[in-house]
């Protein structure tokens, strides 16, 4: 039986490459050396078996995911990924999984040069909990409170693919996939790219003003900045850029699943109409696509629209754990 | 139906006292700003229902307990606490459960001056995950690999209570405790208290060399001071500290669960002869009892005695999550 502590040294310990961690696993704390003037932006995401995640799910992905989520948080402020410590519940010390999971995991990580700098692991009903450390200098966080009337909404990414595998696996849709149509929309439920590095130089630069991630769908993730910056917007509906296998679906299905799908994990972020040239070029020099989809306005509430600028009524909501 | 939203306005959002944190609950990130010069000390620890507590264990008791442990691991590093994120999984957003919980936590925060900066909540089986945040001046660090030839051991408090409210919960006793008695020591079962106030003393004077908090059993924690110090002890099991309630028991039962009980966080701490007088001052300073209850020695390996100095052969072993 693998003890709490190989289970550790064997899956999650790796040669201390610290530039960054003082002090990593092992002890009763890490210990970090913040760098001189910088503040700290943490994050916390807990992804729970059968509501973030099916019973069952490949492990490897499972490790990609739990720390993109968690990175999308700091990519959403601004900020530069320093390190994180995994919390872990299993219901048993299983290697192929431990494998899989901490080779996902890693591999991540690795692509940011972030460290696992702690944690813990106990028994209990799969629940993965991840904090995330990130730097940025006082005054560049992209807050959602800082949204300003006339400001553009802009999008990263594509849109819906996510929600569109989920309905797919849950035989919700009016008529299904193609098998590789979903496998490849399910390739953005699973493993979504965090936009760090557009986030980093939204902040840095002082392009943008606010910015959320997309995790519970855009009107839901929008309606938190109109909430917090005292604004409201106008939405585009059909300027939504849909991920390649939504695309292919009917207009409802599309607007339904770019507007309100939820898992999408790319940055929603409002910048003056001044920063445009300047938001495409970084975007393009990161090579993630950026989309203007609507207007931050003084009065509140949010208006959808179509292509045709006439007012849109849909019927969705957003994603929320205790109620849906 | 109380939704993710309302119930973190209602039950975890505070009127923002932040001296520390720069930004606290409600956007994608908390954002805290370091001391100038300090290193932040940061430690994760998750409770599970059925493994960490009992199903339907009062929840003010499990708020104090779940920032408690981490308060611990905070003082056995001797780092100043600054703030934490809590990130929970709960099956039913129940509000009695929910007001419980946050009194419990937040009344060992204020005791504190700690702040909860951010976190995570979803439905799921319960789980408690809970990362705090402290600072530390650089190289002033209880770390557990710094134990040398020639230090005291040292105890907090007391030992042994917890586990013996274990073993009377579990009908484990030869016979049972007097129902005055089983509640005595559940106290310390259920609401522990974090050597902070030692633990942070005894790093910024620079009195002690090592230290751990106790969690697993002492003979269990003082090993992983010993391997990574890469030294021995020898340790007088009778000068132990018992709690209250263990030392009216009898000799058997004091050994094994002062020695390997579990669930204490006190702290255990090596230091120089030449320390103690400073120790003692600095402990009744904060009202904590501390014990001497061994030395460490060059020669490997961990040798139990008893109150004469002759060798003990308990068959003892310490906690493990996995293999137990």
């Given at each position: ?100 999971f901490s080779q996902g995991l890693f591999a991540l990580a690795d692509a940011f040069n972030i460290e696992l700098i702690g944690g813990d692991t106990t028994k ?158 970084v975007a393009d020099s990161v090579g993630t696509q950026v989309t203007r989809v609507g207007s931050i306005t003084a009065e509140s509430g949010l208006r959808l ?20």
């Open positions: 039986m693998l003890s709490e502590f190989d289970l550790i040294k064997e899956y999650f310990q790796r040669p201390h490459h610290a530039t960054r961690a003082a002090l990593g696993i092992g002890d009763d704390c890490a210990l970090i050396a913040p760098t001189p003037g910088m503040q700290t932006a943490i994050s916390s995401d807990m992804l729970v078996e059968g509501r973030h995640f099916f019973a069952g799910e490949d492990p490897l992905r499972l490790g990609h995911k739990a720390l993109a989520v968690n990175l999308s948080d700091l990519a959403a402020m601004g900020a530069r990924p320093v390190g994180f410590t995994l919390a872990l519940a299993l219901p048993e010390a299983n290697r192929a999984w431990l494998q899989g209990g009903p799969l629940n993965i909990c991840i904090t995330v450390f990130g730097e940025l200098r006082p005054g560049q966080a992209l807050r959602r409170s800082a949204a300003r009337a006339g400001d553009d909404i802009w999008i990263s990414g594509t849109l819906g693919d996510a929600r569109l595998a989920l309905a797919g696996y849950r035989l919700e849709l009016p008529q299904p996939l193609e098998a590789a149509d979903q496998r490849a929309a399910a390739v953005r439920m699973h493993t979504p790219t965090p936009r760090v590095e557009l986030g980093v130089l939204l902040a840095e630069q002082g392009l943008a003003h606010a910015a959320i991630d997309i995790s519970d769908g855009l009107i839901g993730d929008l309606g938190h900045i109109l909430k917090l910056s005292k604004v409201g917007a106008t939405l585009n509906v059909d300027a939504l850029p849909a991920g390649d296998v939504l695309a292919t679906q009917g207009i409802g299905l599309r607007r339904a699943y770019t507007a309100a799908g939820g898992d999408d994990y790319e940055l929603c972020f409002t910048a003056p109409i001044a920063s445009r040239e300047a938001i495409l070029a629209i179509d292509a045709n600028g006439a007012a849109l009524d849909l019927k969705l909501s957003s994603f929320d754990h205790f109620t849906s």
